[in-house]
């Protein structure tokens, strides 16, 4: 069984939560992708909050970018340590 770790989420692909409307969801440690969004023009969402972090869950069994994008506040550098 996966261990799970688990985020605050602010947008969803390209749906922004409204605000206060955040969703904790668990990610598995093991087979996502995270990529940095700081410098991206996704970081500041409608809402009012930043995000910083993706964390892609793969659309198939190879790992790729095409998968969900799930917007959190962590930095990679954050989110990586969690994993560990």
């Known amino acids: ?3 799970l770790a688990f985020f605050n989420v602010y947008a969803i692909n390209q749906t ?3 605000r206060d409307q955040s969703q904790r969801i668990g990610f598995p440690t093991q087979g996502c992708i995270v990529q940095d969004c700081i410098t991206s023009p ?3 969402l409608s809402s009012g909050y930043n ?3 993706v964390i892609i869950i793969p659309s198939g069994a190879a790992a790729d970018s095409n998968g969900t994008k799930y917007y ?8 990586a340590t969690i994993f560990a």
């Open 1 to 3: 069984m996966a261990n």
């Open 16 to 18: 922004t939560l409204a």
């Open 42 to 44: 996704t970081r500041s």
């Open 51 to 53: 995000v910083y972090g």
């Open 72 to 79: 959190v506040q962590e930095t990679v550098a954050s989110i």
